[in-house]
T-cell receptor, first 112, second 112 residues
């Protein structure tokens, strides 16, 4: 079974803090994705990566950056957290040529 | 920008009832996936449909892909409380980046 794990299920941070969200997959998948999920807005793609050290902006990259130094790990970084970044963050991975995405359990981030 | 519209947004029914959830777009997709997300968890793939007009069954769930590959439906027969969750459709427009376009979801509650 594919397993995607996220470093924290719940996280509370203060405005202005630097926040790291970690995602690890154990199935040698090439593609990894970061989404945020908000009521009424659905899943919105922040960044994705199709290879080590490669990244592409998704639909809402502002205020975020990512890092993929190893194939199995994809990190999402909030350089200076703001209250409007309070959300559920979901990581996913997939293996070409299929487009099935396997999701982690999510991190519910609250920025105070 | 490709969009997937899901309807209804919310659905609350009694155990044993039937229901249909719709996923519509003006764009053509090479494939379409349905995911179910339970509270506090990430989405999990239910099915992928690829061919226009395709019908797939998964126990009490029936999935259909429109002939023109622009729309899809999910029908649940004799719903059970365990079917409660957020149902998401996601379309793959093809190409090499394997990004998916997600609908905003249908939140289904099945009351005992």
């Amino acid at each position: 079974d594919v397993k995607v794990t996220q470093s924290s299920r719940y996280l509370v941070k203060r405005t202005g803090e630097k926040v790291f969200l970690e995602c690890v997959q154990d199935m040698d998948h090439e593609n990894m994705f970061w989404y945020r999920q908000d009521p009424g807005l659905g899943l919105r793609l922040i960044y994705f990566s199709y290879d080590v050290k490669m990244k592409e902006k998704g639909d809402i990259p502002e205020g975020y950056s990512v890092s993929r130094e190893k194939k199995e790990r994809f990190s999402l970084i909030l350089e200076s957290a703001s209250t409007n970044q309070t959300s559920m963050y979901l990581c996913a991975s997939s293996l070409p040529p299929t487009d099935t995405q396997y999701f982690g359990p999510g991190t519910r981030l609250t920025v105070l | 920008t490709q969009l997937l519209e899901q309807s209804p947004q919310f659905l609350s029914i009694q155990e044993g009832e039937n229901l249909t959830v719709y996923c519509n777009s003006s764009s053509v997709f090479s494939s379409l996936q349905w995911y179910r997300q339970e509270p506090g968890e990430g989405p999990v793939l239910l099915v992928t449909v690829v061919t226009g007009g395709e019908v797939k069954k998964l126990k009490r769930l029936t999935f259909q892909f429109g002939d023109a590959r622009k729309d899809s439906s999910l029908h649940i027969t004799a719903a059970q409380p365990g079917d409660t969750g957020l149902y998401l459709c996601a379309g793959d427009s093809g190409g090499s980046n394997y990004k998916l376009t997600f609908g905003k979801g249908t939140l289904l509650t099945v009351n005992p």
